[in-house]
């Protein structure tokens, strides 16, 4: 099972990203990807495949964790690797120490399983769009100019397990268990 841990974002801020990328789609179609605004999720562990039957094991450890969530502000656009020729758009996340102490235990279970810590340096943020090629400057311009600077802010009440299946419409996504 392909499978990855997260934290769901609020109904509210959703709908002011469902806004930012209704207007993005005015300016790109072409050789862009938007996500599908119900995927929209902060990912704190990719996992890759994982054996179905060290689920509940796996599932057991994580219950573990003890973590005092810590209010979460969304911030402004940018990109990966930068905004001027990105390959994946997202809203970035103030720095949060509840989520980083929640990812640094997340991290220690996966280890436990055989699953290696990331290589890049945690970046929480919420993917909104990857493209396949060079932005447009239209897209480009809007981007630079829009003027919101924040989304809105959250306090995550659990995390979950989600399992992730590639489909020809996009990736599905489920819950699994939450913690």
Request: glycine share 8%; with cysteine; hydrophobic share 40%.
């Given at each position: 099972?392909?499978?990855?841990?997260?934290?769901e974002?609020?109904?509210?801020?959703?709908?002011?990203?469902?806004?930012l990328?209704?207007?993005?789609?005015?300016?790109?179609?072409?050789?862009?990807?938007?996500?599908r605004?119900?995927?929209?999720?902060?990912?704190?562990?990719?996992?890759?495949?994982?054996?179905?039957?060290?689920?509940?094991s796996?599932?057991?450890?994580?219950?573990?964790?003890?973590?005092?969530?810590?209010?979460?502000?969304?911030?402004?656009?940018?990109?990966?690797?930068d905004?001027?020729d990105?390959?994946?758009?997202w809203?970035?996340?103030?720095?949060?120490?509840?989520?980083?102490?929640?990812?640094?235990?997340?991290e220690?279970?996966?280890?436990?399983f055989?699953?290696?810590?990331?290589?890049?340096?945690?970046?929480?943020?919420?993917?909104?769009?990857?493209?396949?090629?060079?932005?447009?400057?239209?897209?480009?311009?809007f981007?630079?100019?829009?003027?919101?600077?924040?989304?809105?802010?959250?306090?995550p009440?659990?995390?979950?397990?989600?399992?992730?299946?590639?489909?020809?419409?996009?990736?599905?996504?489920r819950?699994i268990?939450?913690?």
């Amino acid at each position: 099972m392909r499978a990855f841990i997260a934290v769901e974002i609020p109904g509210l801020i959703l709908e002011g990203i469902a806004e930012l990328i209704n207007e993005m789609r005015k300016f790109q179609t072409e050789g862009i990807n938007y996500v599908r605004v119900e995927n929209i999720h902060v990912t704190l562990k990719f996992l890759g495949e994982f054996d179905d039957n060290d689920i509940e094991s796996f599932c057991g450890d994580l219950s573990k964790i003890v973590w005092k969530a810590n209010r979460v502000e969304t911030l402004s656009i940018g990109g990966f690797p930068d905004l001027k020729d990105p390959r994946v758009l997202w809203i970035g996340l103030k720095d949060n120490p509840g989520l980083f102490a929640l990812r640094t235990s997340i991290e220690d279970v996966c280890r436990n399983f055989g699953i290696l810590p990331d290589d890049k340096e945690f970046k929480p943020h919420l993917t909104i769009a990857r493209i396949k090629g060079k932005m447009n400057y239209r897209l480009a311009n809007f981007l630079e100019q829009y003027p919101q600077d924040s989304f809105g802010s959250f306090l995550p009440k659990r995390f979950h397990l989600f399992q992730s299946k590639l489909t020809s419409a996009g990736p599905e996504y489920r819950i699994i268990r939450s913690f």
